[in-house]
């Protein structure tokens, strides 16, 4: 399996991924990939460039952000975060939102709302990349007050939103509470949307609830729910090496530069669950 990935990647990934594939599976330095991560950092703090393939302007926006916390927490690289937390304390608006005005001009999926509008789906996943980091900061304090609210009040959510529920309560400091509102937030997962009924980009599966083993979303589904998932997931890889995603790519470039995203990220899930070494 990580052989045909390998192929994929080096046929079809950028810089980017190709420095992260090597320090992930071939024990490349860390250095490379933080240097070609920073190459879409922009002067505001933010990012941008099209670091998340779906907005292709080079504005900073809240989705490339979120992209470039994830690596570095996975590159344990706290340093360059201090200039983030100043751009993302300048577009609050009741929490992070999902895309700022600043890039409506520019080429971005149909579904990323530029009207800067904050919410708890990107700002659960921020909040949650900041506290796997254990970076403290006022905004984080205030961020994560702010999720609390939200995820308390929530009745129903949409599979991405409760995703980023899980992800903030898999890091946050505050435990007891976290198990307390991840058995909730399980419940309303298995009601209403592992078969509920959502076109295919929409659904989430088990292993898009629990990337880690040691996730609160785990103990939401059995072993047989979980071994089936991983099964699925496994099956999906196809024949070029590499996995695709569900969702529509709205423009071909797109394609080209999420699937090696995507391969990475479903290696170091099967990896994370023990079906790869």
């Known amino acids: 399996m990580i052989e045909r990935a390998r192929s994929f990647i080096w ?14 599976f071939d024990g490349g330095p860390a250095e490379p990939v933080v240097t070609a991560l920073l190459a879409y950092r922009n002067d505001d703090g933010g990012f941008g460039h099209a670091l998340e393939p779906d907005g292709r302007g080079p504005t900073s926006q809240p989705l490339h952000v979120l992209s470039a916390l994830h690596l570095l927490g996975e590159l344990n690289a706290p340093e360059h975060v201090p200039p983030v937390l100043g751009f993302l304390g ?3 608006n009741d929490g992070v939102p999902f895309g700022l005005t600043t890039g409506a001009k520019y080429p971005h999926a149909p579904w990323i709302e530029m009207d800067g509008r904050g919410g708890l789906l990107l700002t659960g996943q921020i909040v949650s990349a900041l ?13 994560t007050e702010y999720c609390w609210q939200q995820i308390e009040d929530l009745t129903s959510a949409h599979p991405y939103e409760a995703n980023a529920c899980v992800m903030f309560l898999d890091q946050v400091p505050d435990r007891e509470r976290a198990e307390k509102h991840a ?14 009924g959502l076109d295919a980009a929409e659904v989430h599966k088990p292993h898009d609830y629990a990337s ?4 609160l979303a785990r103990r939401w589904f059995s072993d047989e729910e979980f071994a089936k ?3 699925e997931l496994v099956a999906a890889q196809q024949e070029d090496g590499g996995w695709d995603f569900p969702w529509a790519a709205w423009t071909p470039v797109t394609k080209f530069e999420w699937r090696p995203i995507v391969t990475i990220e479903n290696l170091v899930k099967l990896r994370a669950h023990g079906r790869i070494s």
Do not use: C, Y
């Not at 046929?11 to 992930?24: D, G, P």
């Not at 880690?212 to 996730?215: E, H, I, Q």
């Open 212 to 215: 880690r083993p040691d996730s």
């Open 229 to 231: 998932s991983l099964d």
């Open 183 to 196: 058995e909730r937030l399980g419940t309303i997962v298995k009601e209403q949307l592992v078969t509920g």
């Open 131 to 143: 506290h796997r980091m254990k970076i403290e900061h006022p905004w984080v304090d205030r961020a």
């Open 11 to 24: 046929h079809n990934a950028r810089v980017l991924e190709q420095r992260r594939f090597e320090f992930l």
């Open 90 to 92: 300048e577009i609050w």
